[in-house]
């Protein structure tokens, strides 16, 4: 079971760049998707969550500039942001709580980070 996380570049602040994450392999039932963050000297943190029906959670820094979605048939989560400024430079990883045929608990997986740059 892997996480394949796309879309990280440069942008300058104000414009969007779109992130993707693809979740294969033998898995059997995706709970919750979500999108985490490190910046340079910080710990990690949880951006956006969306359950499997559909209830979403953004952090406070990112409300109104950020939305995430996710499509079950693909197993994919998106994240499109819009109105970015430096501070949302960091690595951006994805995260998803997954079931596999051979294990029915849930369990977190991680893509690999995917580098977002803003510039001012």
């Known amino acids: 079971v892997q996480l394949q996380a796309s879309g990280g570049g440069f942008v300058q602040a104000g414009g969007s760049l779109r992130l993707s994450c693809a979740a294969s392999?033998?898995?059997?039932?995706?709970?919750?998707m979500r999108w985490y963050r490190q910046a340079p000297g910080k710990q990690r943190e949880l951006v956006a969550n969306?359950?499997?029906?559909?209830?979403?959670y953004y952090a406070d820094s990112v409300k109104g500039r950020f939305t995430v979605s996710r499509d079950n048939a693909k197993n994919t989560v998106t994240l499109q942001m819009n109105s970015l400024k430096p501070e949302d430079t960091a690595v951006y990883y994805c995260?998803?709580?997954?079931?596999?045929?051979?294990?029915?608990?849930?369990?977190?997986?991680w893509g690999q980070g995917t580098l977002v740059t803003v510039s001012s």
């Open positions: 392999g033998s898995i059997s039932t995706i709970y919750a």
């Open positions: 969306i359950g499997s029906g559909g209830s979403i």
């Open positions: 995260n998803a709580v997954m079931s596999v045929l051979t294990d029915a608990r849930p369990m977190g997986y």
